[in-house]
Each structure stands twice: as structure tokens, then as C-alpha cells.
């Protein structure tokens, strides 16, 4: 993790110091990595394990981990996410690639956090997979959770946002409202050299 | 952890094994004098195995131990006969153990220097600042309290047991249970996807350095205090055994999986290996070759384990990333 250079976080309003991960999950923000593999789950453990590791102080008690409050979160989120396993002590290295992202989708779920972060989150998932991540993102977003999913595919980007900020360089290029992008706009704040007000005169 | 129990089977079914060969070939092997010389005698094995097992969960490996061994034991020697009270003594060298295992630890998580480097470092260091402080003597003369601690011959096999087998079940306990143990798997599965999971993991392994420093140093007072004299060139080679029956008993060494079932498993079979080659004729100079080609078997099968997709994620790691629009 990078420290911030400038700007601040602000989540409901109040302003938030971030320099760790633990502190962002304190803070109510939750991040699920783009690389499965290397930063999301843990492929040796169980589903139950991978569910409860953000939120352990959650599941147990001046450290001691209550197996059977785990084991029902787990299944809670199996449940809801429609992971398709035989059960929740699986290790995850057994299930798909969608599956596994549904328990990494999982585990911050249950840090119920204020603002979800999710970079890439159907990347290398199968087309039924990726229908469900999309709808239960669209859930959690009604149900009130701030979502910012980072993606780079066009398509899910105009189906899934609200607002799009499209990053150009290490920085954001512009912010176009859902009414007012198309493919045409981001493609050309991602690539820079033409900002919005240009393109606009060009299509006239 | 997950994997079921295969290879504390098999191990077991290797120790049962060679009990049927012993049986029937070697039947003194088990009598009572011998069992009782071999549990002593591997007793400090299991207790540093145990902090080994929790380094090595954690991805870390410690090689000092050996080392440690020694001066906590030479240090407990000199404490009590320098006047302080045996029990005290025996604590300091602990509390000695544990500083020298926070070195390691501290250097490994907060600085990240790879733990193979800072633990060699360490191992050699204080191989030879022992031997340069004692000049290559032992420490004779112990007060009467010392040996035995203070007990009975006869009933300090039976503490030094109960203490190895107590830390044995409390570590297996406190990695099946506690969120600790969670945090040492999890660590030593994939570090980053740990942290980013909010877990404190440079306090995690300097943690588990601690601990294995602490425990070296309880081995190294529970072995001293059955002969009468200390040599300061204890524990020599120590680390390897204890690695090696970590290894065998199934823990990865990568991290990240195994346990302490298998680490005791571990350490009864190679400690129970070498007397019986003894007992049935063969030369001594097998052993060494022997156990060398359990440990060869044990981690080429934990390696195909691998292959197969089974445990490891860093495996995987190599894909590029994509770009953003």
C-alpha cells in the first residue's frame, strides 16, 4: 500500500486517517483485490476460515475464535452469494474461479462495511458467476452501501455505475454522471488527449 | 490443517512399522531403560519443534536454535551458580531464549530481512561468542539444587513429559482456535492477502520468533538439568533435527499448512530411528543417510502436493496485470 500523497478520505462525512488495512476496516471500508490468487483468498483454508478473516475479532472473544458463529457466518454467505460447494470446510483452492471470488466477495461482507471497494471483481469469472457478482453488487448498492468497483471493461462499466471516474495517468481524467457516458466519452478521457469539452465539438 | 490427515498417517504407519520390525528382531529396543533414555533424550526436540512448527507455519524459517540452545543453557548454568535461586535461573534463560528469538523476529518482520539470512546469522554469532566467552569450557561445579531442578530422578521424566506434552497440546489448541493461530496460517499462506485482510503480520512473526526463542531456552534448561556438567558446544546440529521433524511431520515448508500432530509424529519417528538402526546391527553410519531419505521422501511428496494445486499460492502469482481504462 501506497501512503496517500494529497486529499483526504472522508466516509459518512467524517473525516478518516488510513495507514494500515486494519485501520480502513475500523473505518468501515472494505477492499476486495483485483489478484485472487495473490491478495484475496487464502487457498488452503476452508470457506469458513477465508469468510472470517477480516472480521475475526468479530467471531471470537479476547482471541478465542467460536467455530460454531464462524461456521454459521460462513454458510450465511454461501447462502446469499450462491457459492456452489458441498460445504463451507471445503479449502477454497477447490472451487471456480467465480466461486472463489464470491468468498472473497464474502469475506468483506462481513466486515459490513460503510464503503466496498472492488477492483476487478468478475475478472477471470464464468459468464453465470458474473451475472450473480453483478446483481449482488446492484443489492448491496440499493440496500444504501457505497460501492467503487474499478473495472476495465467497458460494458460492465456502463451497466453497473452511477457516476464513472475515468483515470487517465494516475489521475482522473473526468467524472461523467450515468446519463451522460458513453463508450466514446471514456475511451477518450482514458486515453487523454481529449477532454470532454472537445470531443463534444467534434461531434457537432 | 485442511488436507485431512494423510501424512500423519503415513508417518504413523512408519513408526508402527518399524515397532513390528523391532518386535520381532530387536525386542530389548523396548525395554524400559531404553524408551525412558529416548524420551529423555528427545524431549527438548519436541519443545523447540514446537516453536520450529509455528516459524515454519508462518513462511519463516529459524536456524538458531541450535545456537540458542546452547547459550540459554551455559547462561542457566552460570545464573545458578552465580546464586540466583534454580527456578529463577531457569526463567531467565527463558527470558534470555525469548530476547534472542525477538532479535530474529524483529529483524525479519520490521526490517524484512529474509529469516534464512537473519537466523544464520545469529546461529554463527552466537556459536562463537559463546565459545569465545567460555573459552571452550564447561560449567562444572552447579549447585546441588540444579540437577534434576530440584526433583526426584525418578519423577523428573515424568514433569520434563508432562511440560512437553502440555506445550504440544496448548500450541495445537491455540493454532486450531485462537485467532493468533489463524493469523500464523494465514500469514504464512499468502502475507499480503493476510495484511490486506487487516491482520498485524510483522507482529504476527516477530510473535512466533519470540515464542520459539522462549522455548528454546525452556529445552535447553529441561536438557541441562540432566547431567552435571554444561557444554558450551550444546546443541550442535539441534536445528537440523528439529527442521527435519517439523518437515516429516508434514508442515510445509513454504508455510501455510501442517500442524503438531505431525510434528510430534515427526519427532518420534526420527528420534526413535536412529537408537533402533543400533539395536538392529546396522552400521551407525546409516542413520545419517536414512534420515536424510525420510526427510527427501517427505518433501517431495509435499511438493508434488503442490504441483497438484493442492496448497500454495504463490505458485500462481506470476500473472500480468492487466491494464485500466
Request: proline fraction near 4%.
Amino acid at each position: 500500500m501506497r501512503p496517500a500523497d494529497s486529499g483526504e478520505i472522508l466516509v459518512e462525512g467524517q473525516p478518516v486517517r488510513i495507514a494500515s488495512p486494519s485501520q480502513a476496516i475500523e473505518a468501515g471500508i472494505g477492499y476486495v483485490p483485483e489478484d485472487r490468487r495473490r491478495h484475496g483468498v487464502v487457498p488452503e483454508m476452508p470457506i469458513t476460515a477465508n469468510t472470517s478473516l477480516a472480521s475475526l475479532k468479530a467471531v471470537s472473544r479476547w482471541g478465542w475464535i467460536d467455530r460454531t458463529a464462524e461456521c454459521s457466518l460462513a454458510e450465511q454467505y454461501v447462502t446469499q452469494l450462491c457459492v456452489k460447494t458441498p460445504s463451507v470446510h471445503v479449502a477454497t483452492a477447490m472451487l471456480s474461479g467465480g466461486n472463489q471470488q464470491k468468498v472473497a466477495l464474502a469475506r468483506w461482507l462481513a466486515t459490513a462495511p460503510k464503503v466496498l471497494i472492488l477492483d476487478e471483481p468478475t475478472q477471470g469469472v464464468d459468464v453465470g458467476a458474473k451475472a450473480e457478482i453483478h446483481r449482488l453488487i446492484a443489492e448491496l448498492a440499493e440496500r444504501g452501501m457505497a460501492i467503487i468497483m474499478i473495472s476495465s471493461e467497458l460494458p460492465e462499466i456502463l451497466g453497473m455505475s452511477g457516476r464513472i471516474a475515468v483515470m487517465h495517468a494516475g489521475a482522473i481524467g473526468g467524472i461523467l454522471p450515468r446519463s451522460e457516458a458513453t463508450q466514446q466519452k471514456i475511451l477518450g478521457l482514458a486515453l487523454g488527449h481529449t477532454p470532454v469539452s472537445e470531443l463534444a465539438r467534434i461531434e457537432e | 490443517m485442511i488436507q485431512g490427515r494423510n501424512r500423519e498417517l503415513s508417518v504413523a504407519g512408519a513408526i508402527v512399522a518399524l515397532c513390528l520390525v523391532l518386535a520381532v528382531q530387536a525386542p530389548r529396543y523396548f525395554s524400559r531403560e531404553n524408551l525412558a533414555e529416548m524420551v529423555l533424550a528427545n524431549i527438548p526436540v519436541l519443545i523447540i519443534a514446537v516453536g520450529t512448527t509455528l516459524v515454519i507455519l508462518s513462511g519463516h524459517i529459524d536456524i538458531s536454535v541450535g545456537s540458542m540452545f546452547a547459550v540459554c543453557a551455559v547462561a542457566a548454568g552460570v545464573f545458578a551458580k552465580a546464586g540466583m535461586p534454580v527456578p529463577l535461573a531457569g526463567l531467565a534463560a527463558c527470558a534470555g531464549g525469548a530476547v534472542l528469538g525477538a532479535l530474529n523476529g524483529g529483524l525479519a518482520a520490521y526490517l524484512r530481512v529474509p529469516s534464512i539470512v537473519v537466523t544464520l546469522a545469529a546461529m554463527v554469532a552466537l556459536r562463537d561468542g559463546l565459545r569465545w566467552t567460555t573459552g571452550g569450557a564447561w560449567v562444572a561445579d552447579l549447585p546441588a539444587g540444579f540437577q534434576w531442578l530440584g526433583f526426584s530422578q525418578s519423577s523428573y521424566p515424568a514433569l520434563a513429559v508432562l511440560v512437553a506434552g502440555g506445550l504440544a497440546l496448548a500450541a495445537a489448541w491455540g493454532l486450531a482456535n485462537l485467532a493468533a493461530g489463524r493469523a500464523i496460517y494465514a500469514v504464512g499462506s499468502n502475507q499480503e492477502a493476510a495484511w490486506l485482510a487487516g491482520i498485524d503480520t510483522r507482529l504476527t512473526i516477530l510473535s512466533v520468533f519470540t515464542l520459539s526463542g522462549a522455548l528454546t531456552g525452556l529445552a535447553a534448561v529441561l536438557n541441562s538439568a540432566r547431567f552435571s556438567q554444561i557444554p558450551s558446544n550444546a546443541g550442535l546440529g539441534l536445528e537440523m533435527k528439529v527442521i527435519a521433524a517439523v518437515v516429516v511431520g508434514g508442515t510445509a515448508i513454504t508455510g501455510g499448512t501442517g500442524g503438531l500432530l505431525g510434528t510430534v509424529l515427526g519427532v518420534v519417528l526420527l528420534g526413535a530411528i536412529g537408537p533402533a538402526l543400533t539395536f538392529l546391527g546396522v552400521n551407525a553410519y546409516w542413520e545419517k543417510a536414512i534420515q536424510g531419505g525420510i526427510i527427501l521422501v517427505a518433501v517431495v511428496s509435499s511438493a508434488s502436493r503442490v504441483r497438484l494445486g493442492l496448497s500454495g499460492s504463490r505458485k500462481h502469482a506470476s500473472r500480468p496485470a492487466p491494464s485500466r481504462a
